[in-house]
């Protein structure tokens, strides 16, 4: 079946240092990708997608690479903020899945310092 | 800008309660779900569906139905509430495939 593994939390990171949450899948095919926020109290924000082999999504500084070779899809921002705190989920989206169903992991706390 | 809106953000009703919580979504998809989350558990997939009166178990449907009458409402039934329930729950909706979900703020419930 598909999974996602996510690093366990929380990451604790003083403001401006270099961010890595990896993520690795298991999935037949060749799935979507996706990263996913959840700020305190909120539901969970579309962050980036990468839809095929060696795609990089990107948006707000965050950035990940869709690695078919390493079924792996970490997350990376090179200089995080106050602001960037919240859950971070990775998730996949098999295309040939009769239900089209997103598979989470288990989200990954940030906390970044001032 | 699409959204998925959740009637309510917070919840607190009376363990054996009927309780309804509803989702309309304004992008015409076809797909919709209910999670749950709980701290350490993760995203847990209550119930989901991919048409007009169309329903699917998810992986924790127990005292839990669904209603979709329409394509742009979802709504989840707690039919007789329990503490056990207490939770936030999470609204989201997509198109079929290649996509992600849209999500709803999310209602936090606790039943006392």
């Known amino acids: 079946g598909n999974s996602v593994t996510q690093m366990e939390g929380p990451v604790t990171l003083s403001e401006e240092a270099f961010l890595t949450i990896n993520c690795t899948y298991t999935?037949?095919?060749?799935?979507?990708l996706f990263w996913y926020v959840q700020y305190p109290g909120e539901g969970l924000q579309l962050l980036l997608k990468a839809t095929k082999a060696d795609d990089k999504g990107s948006n707000k500084g965050f950035e990940a690479t869709y690695r078919k070779e390493t079924t792996s899809f970490h997350l990376e921002k090179g200089s995080v903020q106050v602001s960037d705190s919240a859950v971070y989920f990775c998730a996949l989206r098999p295309l040939n899945n009769a239900g089209n169903m997103l598979t989470f992991g288990g989200g990954t706390r940030l906390m970044v310092k001032p | 800008d699409v959204k998925v809106t959740q009637s309510s953000r917070y919840l607190v009703k009376r363990t054996g309660e009927k309780v309804f919580l509803e989702c309309v979504q304004d992008?015409?998809?076809?797909?919709m779900f209910w999670y749950r989350q709980d701290p350490g558990l993760g995203l847990r997939l209550i119930y989901f569906?991919?048409?007009?009166?169309?329903?699917e178990k998810g992986d924790i449907p127990e005292g839990y139905s669904v209603s979709r009458e329409k394509k742009e409402r979802f709504s989840l039934i707690l039919e007789s509430a329990s503490t056990n329930q207490t939770s936030m729950y999470l609204c989201?909706?997509?198109?079929?495939?290649?996509?992600?979900?849209?999500f709803g703020s999310g209602t936090r419930l606790t039943v006392v």
């Open positions: 989201a909706s997509s198109l079929p495939i290649n996509y992600g979900y849209t």
């Open positions: 999935a037949t095919g060749y799935p979507s």
């Open positions: 569906s991919y048409d007009v009166k169309m329903k």
């Open positions: 992008m015409d998809h076809e797909n």
